[in-house]
């Protein structure tokens, strides 16, 4: 197998990123954004530049979430969407939520513009490709969305990809670019402007109210006007959030193409399962090809290393590439009706804010949620308030979906807390995780490449399913709401924020 052993990111491995002290002692602001991705610091950087003095504080390191682990296009083609949406929620709502992602486009394009940021930022055609009938007659009815909202899409036969394609919807002037480059710029801004930013600040819990309360532990607290939980998965206990979201992890592979052979233009993502995602890299003398794909739900379905390799035999059989230096893989939330959840978390604290729920499309709707969540907090009219509205409901389909997916999570935690297991920690080879037994209780193992024995409560801190080993990355992966640990037992994505405990 040519893959390389541990999960690396491009993104993360290739470009600079400037290091910030954690929160030491309270402090008192205007606004407390919680997260360092794409939406907390493209809100924070706006809010400081609107006077609002503001903290930026994240878990880990900056851009070290799902954003160091995107594909990052920056396309309003999110897949096929705009059928489902017109069917669900109408013409007028389905052409919003085009306008808000082409707004957050324009906006990514004009900063890159601004400040001159060297981020391969590219403009390309998105295209979503069929090669089968059943994706054929997707494509079709996604056309016909397409004219019924004036999106000015194409359809063509003739892409330069080297296996047939059937049909193709394509759209002008999306663009793809390097992640952090950008938002390093962004930070950097932030700070110039007064912004704070403290890292490995993992905030346990936010009492909501006037002012807001932001527990980070030690008995430190960032006690702010206004919070945003731009965390991925919302730390505010309010909202309910924890049933209207799952979590889906995909997966990537960077390749090396062949010498002589040219990097095709275009931004490609199927509309046949299984999804297979292309874009390419030109960044600093570097060539790759982007290679995405095999979506399911964290923590459920096959050993996920086969998923890394489902992806490699594909792109060794499609592009003749073998040659992989990067792999890595992540989640991301689903909302009950698709659509993200952008606003107020609830009805009954009006100074504090969410947005998730991206779908896998969180470069536009991350950056439509900054300019969303800066005008709702600065009192600014915003048309799109009220389709993503965090506490909208609609029965069809957020009340199918409500059931389907807590009927998953509730099969997920009894099947998890039923299941006999024999294996012990002896029994374990090097690099190799399981769920094994000691004491007559379950445990998580992991023995490391040196020999050595990781063993942490295999319950997960959130609200108590069991977790699965991801022998893909080597982390622990929760299937009821997509917690991810390190083999140590650390958090790695919320929505826990204790880490397993370690067993001794
Ligand atoms: C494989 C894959 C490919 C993708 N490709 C694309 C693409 O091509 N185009 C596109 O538009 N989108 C894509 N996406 C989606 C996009 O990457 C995400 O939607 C987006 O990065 C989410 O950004 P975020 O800022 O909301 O979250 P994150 O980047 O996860 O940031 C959240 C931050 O919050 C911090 N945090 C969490 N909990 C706490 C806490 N309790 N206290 C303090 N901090 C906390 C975390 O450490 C993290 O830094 C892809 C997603 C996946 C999984
Ligand atoms: S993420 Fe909710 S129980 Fe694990």
């Known amino acids: 197998m040519s893959l390389p052993r541990f999960p690396e990111s491009y993104w993360l491995s290739s470009a600079d990123i400037p290091a910030f002290e954690p929160l030491k002692a309270s402090i008192d602001v205007e606004v407390a954004v919680i997260g360092g991705g794409i939406t907390g610091i493209t809100t924070a950087y706006l809010l400081a530049k609107e006077g609002k003095r503001t903290a930026l504080l994240t878990s880990g390191s900056l851009i070290g979430g799902t954003t160091g682990y995107t594909t990052a296009k920056i396309t309003v083609q999110h897949n096929l969407i705009y059928d489902e949406h017109i069917r669900h929620f109408g013409l007028e709502k389905a052409g919003l939520f085009y306008q808000a992602n082409n707004e957050a486009l324009a906006f990514i394009r004009k900063k890159v513009e601004e400040y001159g940021i060297d981020c391969d930022f590219t403009e390309e055609d998105a295209f979503v490709y069929a090669t089968t009938d059943v994706g054929e007659e997707l494509l079709r009815k996604e056309v016909a969305a397409y004219r019924e909202l004036n999106i000015p899409g194409y359809l063509t036969d003739d892409l330069p ?235 069809d389909p957020d009340l199918k979906e409500l059931i389907v997916q807590n009927a998953d999570v509730a099969k997920q935690m009894i099947a998890g807390k039923l299941e006999w297991l024999t294996r012990k920690p002896d029994e374990l080879g090097r690099d190799e995780g399981a769920l094994v037994r000691i004491g007559g209780r379950k445990a998580g193992a992991y023995r490391d490449a040196e020999g050595e024995l990781f063993l942490v409560d295999s319950t997960c801190t959130h609200l108590g399913c069991e977790v699965e080993w991801n022998n893909g990355d080597r982390t622990w992966d929760c299937p009821c709401h997509g917690s991810r640990f390190h083999y140590d037992g650390g958090v790695l994505e919320g929505p826990a924020t204790e880490p397993l405990k370690r067993i001794e």
């Open 161 to 395: 990809l080297p296996f047939p394609v059937r049909s193709a919807l394509g759209l002008r002037g999306q663009a793809r670019f390097h992640p952090v480059p950008y938002l390093v710029r962004l930070v950097t801004e932030f700070v110039r402007m007064g912004g704070q930013v403290y890292e490995d600040t993992m905030v346990e819990a936010v009492e909501e109210g006037s002012p807001n309360r932001l527990k980070i532990g030690g008995g430190i607290e960032a006690v702010c006007d206004d919070v945003v939980s731009c965390s991925h998965f919302p730390v505010l206990e309010s909202g309910l959030y924890f049933a209207r979201l799952h979590a889906e992890s995909s997966y990537v592979l960077a390749a090396r193409l062949p010498h002589g052979q040219e990097l095709p233009a275009g931004m490609y993502i199927s509309a046949d399962n299984p999804t297979r995602s292309i874009r390419t890299v030109t960044y600093k003398g570097e060539k790759l090809l982007l290679l995405g794909g095999e979506s399911h739900k964290t923590g459920q379905g096959v050993c996920t290393i086969k998923h890394y390799e489902a992806l490699e035999g594909w792109a060794n059989s499609v592009f003749g590439v073998t040659d992989f230096p990067y792999r890595w893989s992540t989640n991301d939330f689903v909302t009950l009706d698709k659509l993200p959840y952008i606003g107020q978390a609830t009805g009954r604290h009006p100074h504090s804010f969410v947005a998730t729920g991206y779908r896998k499309w969180g470069m536009t709707s991350g950056t439509a949620a900054a300019l969303l969540l800066t005008d709702l907090i600065v009192g600014r009219d915003n048309r799109y308030r009220e389709l993503f509205d965090p506490v909208r409901f609609q029965a």
